[in-house]
C-alpha cells in the first residue's frame, strides 16, 4: 500500500483524489465517523451500569480512558503517521474505533469495558483526529483555520446525526445489538472514506497564495520545537480555555438543576435538553467560523475576540441564572466561544513551526486538552463541594478565560511576529 507521506500526488495532478477540497470532506466524513464514542457515551451509561453491576463512578473511568488515550498519545501517534503515511494509520485508526464498539458489545467485566471502549476506542480516535488535523494544516496553507475548523466541527458536531437513531436502537434492541452494529458501521464508513486520503505535493502547496498569515519559512521537528518557549506558551494558553471551557460545560446538568432552570420549558421544550442540543450545534459551527476570521484577520486578534465572548458569556450566564430563556441562549454563547480552539491553535503551530512535522507538532499540544480535561470536571467538582456555590467555578473559568484572551494580544502576538521575521532572515 503506497503511503501519504512518502508518495504525494504529483505536480499538475488534477484528479478528483487530489483535489484538495475532496480532501477537506473525505477527513471530514473520517471524523464524524470516530465522533459518536465521545459524544453519545452518556446514552449508554445506564444500560451498561445495569449490565455489569457497577455504580455511575467506576463505569465512569472508561470515559476518562477514551479521552485521555486519545489526546496523551497524540505525540507518539503523530509520528507513528508520519513514518508510515497518514493513509495506513487513520484506516487503522477508524477501524480501531469501530472495533472498539463491537468487543464492548461482548463485554462481561468492567475491566473488559476499559480496555475495550477506553483504550482501543480512546487510541484508535485519537489516530484519526491527529492524523486528519495533520493532512488539512498541509493542504489549506491559505486557509489554514477554516480547514482544520471544518474537520474540527465534523468531529464536534458529527454525532448529531447518530444520537436519535443510537437512541431508538437502544430502546428497540438493546445494548449489545446497538453496538456492534453501529461499531460495524462506522469502521466501515471511516475505512471506506480513508482509503481517498492524499497528501498534497509540497511544489503545489508552495504555489498557492498565502493571503493573510504570515507563515515560517523553516520546518521544526518536534524536539526542536519543545525547546522553544513559545511553543510552552501555546501549550499553557490552550490547557487554561481547555480547562475553563470544561469546568463549566462538564457540569451544566448539576448547576442548571440547582439554578432551578434545569425543566423550565423554553420554547416548548425543557431548558437542559434544549441547551445541550444548542450546544452541540454552535461547538461545532465555532471552528470553522472563527477559523475562517483568522484566516483573514490574524490568528491572535481572532484569539482575542473568541475567548474575550466567553468569558463575557459565563459572566452574563452566572448573572441571569435563574431566567431559563437566557440559560439556554447564553449556554450556546458560552459554546460558541469555546470550539474555536480546536481550528486556532492547530493553525497558529503550524503557521509558527513548519508543515513538514505538523502532524507531530499538534501531537504535543493536543496533549493539552487531555489536561483540561482532567482539570477541568474533577476541579470543577471538587471547587463546588468544598465552597457550596458555583461562583468559584465560574469565577475560575471567567479568570483563564480573560488572561489567554489578554496573552494572545500583548504577548503571543509581539512574539510570534518577532520569530517569523527571524525565520524569514534566516531563511534569505
Same mark, same amino acid.
Given at each position: 500500500m503506497t503511503t501519504l507521506s512518502h508518495n504525494p500526488a504529483p505536480v499538475g495532478t488534477t484528479g478528483l483524489l487530489h483535489n484538495r477540497w475532496f480532501q477537506l470532506l473525505t477527513g471530514l466524513v473520517c471524523m464524524m465517523a470516530i465522533s459518536s464514542p465521545q459524544y453519545v457515551w452518556t446514552l449508554f451509561t445506564k444500560p451498561l451500569a445495569s449490565k455489569l453491576g457497577v455504580p455511575l463512578s467506576e463505569l465512569q473511568i472508561t470515559f476518562s480512558l477514551l479521552i485521555v488515550l486519545q489526546t496523551f498519545f497524540a505525540p507518539f501517534q503523530g509520528g507513528l503517521i508520519e513514518r508510515f503515511g497518514a493513509r495506513r494509520l487513520i484506516s487503522l485508526g477508524t477501524l480501531m474505533s469501530g472495533l472498539s464498539w463491537v468487543l464492548a458489545s461482548q463485554a462481561s467485566s468492567i475491566g473488559m469495558l476499559y480496555l475495550t471502549y477506553g483504550l482501543i476506542g480512546g487510541l484508535g480516535t485519537g489516530i484519526v483526529y491527529i492524523g486528519v488535523v495533520g493532512q488539512m494544516v498541509r493542504w489549506f496553507p491559505d486557509r489554514r483555520g477554516f480547514a482544520v475548523g471544518m474537520v474540527a466541527a465534523g468531529y464536534g458536531m458529527g454525532a448529531i446525526l447518530t444520537t436519535f437513531p443510537i437512541a431508538s436502537a437502544l430502546a428497540g434492541q438493546g445494548l449489545e445489538s446497538t453496538l456492534w452494529q453501529f461499531g460495524l458501521l462506522f469502521a466501515l464508513i471511516g475505512l471506506i472514506a480513508s482509503q481517498a486520503l492524499r497528501s498534497p505535493d509540497p511544489r503545489l502547496v508552495r504555489a498557492v497564495p498565502q493571503y493573510a498569515q504570515q507563515t515560517t519559512r523553516h520546518d521544526l521537528a518536534p524536539r526542536q520545537m519543545l525547546r522553544q518557549p513559545l511553543f510552552w506558551l501555546m =501549550?499553557? /494558553? %490552550?490547557? %487554561? /480555555?481547555?480547562?475553563?471551557? &470544561? /469546568? +463549566?460545560?462538564?457540569? %451544566? @446538568?448539576? =448547576?442548571?438543576?440547582?439554578?432551578? +432552570?434545569?425543566? +423550565?420549558? +423554553?420554547?416548548?421544550? @425543557? @431548558?437542559?435538553? &434544549? @441547551?445541550? $442540543?444548542?450546544?452541540?450545534?454552535?461547538?461545532?459551527? $465555532?471552528?470553522?467560523? =472563527?477559523g475562517w476570521i483568522s484566516d483573514r484577520y490574524g490568528r491572535e486578534n481572532t484569539m482575542f475576540f473568541a475567548f474575550a465572548l466567553e468569558g463575557v458569556a459565563m459572566a452574563l450566564w452566572l448573572l441571569t441564572r435563574e431566567n431559563a430563556v437566557l440559560f439556554v441562549l447564553l449556554s450556546g454563547v458560552v459554546f460558541f466561544g469555546w470550539g474555536e480552539i480546536f481550528s486556532l491553535f492547530p493553525s497558529t503551530l503550524t503557521d509558527t513551526f513548519g508543515t513538514r512535522h505538523a502532524t507531530a507538532n499538534y501531537g504535543w499540544l493536543y496533549i493539552s486538552q487531555g489536561i483540561g480535561s482532567i482539570l477541568g470536571g474533577p476541579m470543577a467538582a471538587l471547587m463546588h463541594e468544598k465552597t457550596g456555590s458555583w461562583h468559584p467555578v465560574f469565577a475560575s473559568a471567567i479568570t483563564l478565560d480573560v488572561i489567554a484572551a489578554v496573552l494572545a494580544l500583548l504577548v503571543l502576538k509581539p512574539w510570534r511576529r518577532r520569530y517569523l521575521a527571524r525565520s524569514t532572515a534566516k531563511a534569505k
Open positions: =501549550f499553557c /494558553m %490552550m490547557t %487554561m /480555555m481547555s480547562t475553563s471551557g &470544561l /469546568m +463549566v460545560t462538564s457540569q %451544566m @446538568a448539576s =448547576f442548571s438543576r440547582d439554578f432551578g +432552570v434545569a425543566n +423550565v420549558l +423554553v420554547f416548548g421544550l @425543557a @431548558a437542559l435538553p &434544549l @441547551a445541550l $442540543t444548542i450546544d452541540r450545534l454552535t461547538n461545532g459551527l $465555532t471552528r470553522p467560523f =472563527f
